[in-house]
């Protein structure tokens, strides 16, 4: 398996655009959790889908973001319009469950977002 | 609610010494699960070690293992015979039932790794 994949890796936007971040889960995964990473506030939960439903959206800070998961194997994270303060770490996660054994919660390798 | 304790931002070991990384932990729920997990300068996040709130023992994996006090609701990762490629920030999670899937991280603690 090829682990949860992000993309891209890094990205660097104007403020003002539109920025959409993208996660494919490992297949028969049936959570999906979208983090943010900054030196500030440390690990946040934006939102998290189970069987692509959302369960949990209050980590997302305001309207500018919003989360989809259309199918089992796609996730979007999009900011619109993006500011300089998003500029952070984005990672997505995937797990079976509550990762039972400790096995089930893999996380992708992140996205480095800068919004100048 | 729950939620995750490290009050430790930074640590030094001796290169080959063991060094213990505190994480408390607060929930309601009677059945939870707490992780370790290590992020290195290169930013991925790498599982580590797993506990279950029903584990009788304390789980261990190669040098690393976990300190899982119940009563106490803490949950410390001990490394033994630390190496220079542990230098990295720990941090400790949990999830819960009553929180979903849901996995809460603590602040992290970094490790740095002295020859």
């Known amino acids: 398996d090829a682990g949860v994949i992000q993309s891209p890796r890094h990205e660097v936007t104007e403020m003002g655009q539109e920025v959409t971040l993208r996660c494919k889960p490992i297949?028969?995964?049936?959570?999906l959790f979208w983090y943010r990473q900054t030196m500030m506030r440390g690990l946040e939960l934006l939102i998290y889908f189970n069987n692509n439903v959302p369960i949990d959206d209050s980590g997302m800070p305001e309207d500018r973001f919003s989360a989809k998961m259309p199918n089992a194997s796609f996730s979007t994270l999009k900011i619109q319009p993006s500011e300089p303060r998003d500029s952070a770490v984005y990672f997505c996660?995937?797990?079976?469950?509550?990762?039972?054994?400790?096995?089930?919660?893999?996380f992708g390798s992140g996205t480095r977002l800068t919004v100048v | 609610a729950q939620k995750i304790t490290q009050t430790q931002p930074g640590m030094f070991v001796q290169e080959k010494e063991a060094v213990t990384l505190d994480c408390t932990y607060d929930t309601s729920d009677q059945s939870y699960g707490l992780f370790w997990y290590k992020q290195p300068s290169s930013g991925e996040m790498i599982f580590l070690i797993y506990?279950?709130?029903?584990?009788?023992q304390n789980a261990t994996e190669g040098r690393y293992s976990l300190n899982f006090q119940k009563a106490r609701k803490s949950a410390n990762l001990v490394i033994s015979a630390s190496q220079l490629g542990d230098s990295a920030m720990y941090f400790c999670?949990?999830?819960?039932?009553?929180?979903?899937?849901?996995?809460?991280f603590g602040g992290g603690t970094r490790l740095m790794v002295k020859p």
């Open positions: 297949s028969g995964h049936n959570s």
């Open positions: 996660a995937s797990s079976l469950g509550q990762g039972r054994g400790g096995y089930g919660y893999t």
């Open positions: 506990q279950g709130s029903y584990d009788e």
């Open positions: 999670a949990m999830s819960s039932n009553n929180a979903g899937n849901m996995l809460t």
